[in-house]
């Protein structure tokens, strides 16, 4: 089966796993999402990750889902920009998720990063998801 949006599968799989309370979700791997995991990970909704190889050639993501006090860190993780749907932000544009508690997740010229991050070194571009 392939998959058309491997973030938005990404951002389900994750969902889906603290809905159930599992320790980890294990998601196709592309540089998309881990450069997206890599900004969850440094904002602390998840407690890391790592790319292993299933068979040969197909690579996999395990992503160490974190908890407080027995309920998910991600409340709630929203997949903004779509394949048939882009949506695209200025830097004077850019609004604060939540009044600034969540965070948006953003594909910059200069990478992936968070709001706050795009906010510092002044740049706006495709908002990839919201996280809360």
């Given at each position: 089966m392939a998959l058309t949006?491997?973030?938005a599968d990404a951002l389900t799989r994750i969902r889906n796993g603290q809905l159930a309370k599992?320790?980890?979700a294990t998601v196709p791997s592309s540089k998309l999402v881990k450069d997206v995991l890599e900004v969850l990970k440094d904002e602390g909704y998840i407690l890391g990750y790592e790319e292993f190889e299933q068979k040969k050639g197909i690579n996999l993501i395990k992503i160490d889902?974190?908890?407080?006090?027995?309920?998910?860190?991600?409340?709630?993780?929203?997949?903004?920009?779509?394949?048939?749907?882009?949506?695209y932000t200025q830097i004077k544009k850019m609004k604060k998720y939540f009044g600034g508690l969540g965070i948006c997740i953003v594909s910059t010229p200069k990478g992936v990063m968070s709001d706050d991050k795009a906010r510092k070194h002044h740049v706006g571009g495709e908002i990839l998801c919201n996280v809360f």
């Open positions: 949006d491997l973030l599992h320790a980890f889902l974190k908890y407080y006090q027995g309920q998910p860190v991600i409340n709630k993780i929203v997949k903004v920009s779509t394949p048939g749907r882009r949506i």
